[in-house]
Each structure stands twice: as structure tokens, then as C-alpha cells.
């Protein structure tokens, strides 16, 4: 028996796997979407999302809203109450495509991203007094909301 053959398959699937790892390292997914991007962190007050998904008539009525609100829970620490107009939570239908009016939230500490969000409650953990909380709208596809490039936020600070 030819021993080129068992060593050139394993050389391939090692190699493969080594592909894999790295692209993976980078953010990059095997459907081809790389969700390491402007995901990881909120934007600068009055920057304009270029990849958001502008809400289509935002003088109907219709915008979706987002309020971000803090809690003290009794039992230590803080909850999140995510109230929204014109917005439903969907998490049936995450990483599908954009149906207007639906999807779930990002939520930051100052900035960074540490949660998404598919209801309107969450506990907060490891925040302390002072901390801004961050709350963005996102469409199925991940895509922020935004009006007039805009994204949709809301934000609260820890008392």
C-alpha cells in the first residue's frame, strides 16, 4: 500500500483545520458573515452607522423606540428593562433576514458589548456606580436601526 496517500489526506485535514482556526480567530463564520465588526462597540454620539438598516418612513408613526431603564434588584445588583414602541423581540428569527419592525437589542457597558438581547429585561452583572449602559435595536440580520442614520439607542447610567 501506497503511504502517500493516508499522509497527504491527513496533510489536507490538518491544513483545513488550520484554516478554519484562523479564520475563525479573525470573526469570520462559515456562512461567510463576519460578525467582528462595528458589533463590538457602540457609536460615537452622532456617528452614522453606514452598514444600519434605515427604518422606512420614520414620519408614519411607525419608528421604533428604545428606552433603557435601571432597576435595583433586591437581592444585589441591578436589572435592565428594555421597554420598546414599534419593535417586537424575535429571537425565532435571529441571523435570518430583515423583516421590518423585529429583531433584538445590543447591549454595552460604556461602550463595550456584552450581551445581546432578545426580550425586555436582563440582569446586569459586574457593573458598578457610574457605569453607562448602552441599549442599540437591531434587525434580525444584526444590522443596527437607525432614522436618518441614526442608530436607535437608548442609554442609562448606573446610579
Given at each position: ?5 493516508p ?6 485535514i ?6 478554519f ?13 463576519d460578525?467582528?465588526?462595528?458589533h ?5 454620539a452622532?456617528?452614522i ?11 408614519a ?18 436589572n ?9 423581540f ?8 430583515h ?6 437589542a ?25 457605569d453607562?449602559?448602552?441599549?442599540g ?23
Open positions: 500500500m501506497d503511504r502517500s496517500v499522509m497527504l489526506v491527513i496533510g489536507l490538518f491544513g483545513a483545520l488550520a484554516g482556526l484562523l479564520a475563525a480567530s479573525n470573526g469570520l463564520t462559515l456562512g461567510g458573515d460578525h467582528s465588526d462595528d463590538d462597540t457602540v457609536a460615537a452622532g456617528a452607522d453606514l452598514n444600519a438598516i434605515e427604518v422606512v418612513d420614520p414620519d408613526g411607525s419608528t421604533p423606540t428604545v428606552h433603557a431603564i435601571i432597576h435595583p434588584d433586591p437581592m444585589g445588583g441591578w435592565l428593562e428594555v421597554p420598546t414602541t414599534n419593535f417586537r424575535s429571537p425565532e428569527n435571529v441571523s435570518t433576514q423583516i421590518e419592525g423585529e429583531g433584538h445590543h447591549v454595552f457597558v460604556n461602550g463595550k458589548k456584552v450581551a445581546r438581547i432578545y426580550g425586555p429585561w436582563m440582569q446586569l452583572t459586574g457593573v458598578q456606580s457610574g453607562v449602559i448602552s441599549v435595536l437591531n434587525a434580525n440580520n444584526h444590522k443596527a436601526l437607525a432614522v436618518n442614520g441614526q442608530p436607535i439607542t437608548a442609554t442609562a447610567t448606573i446610579p
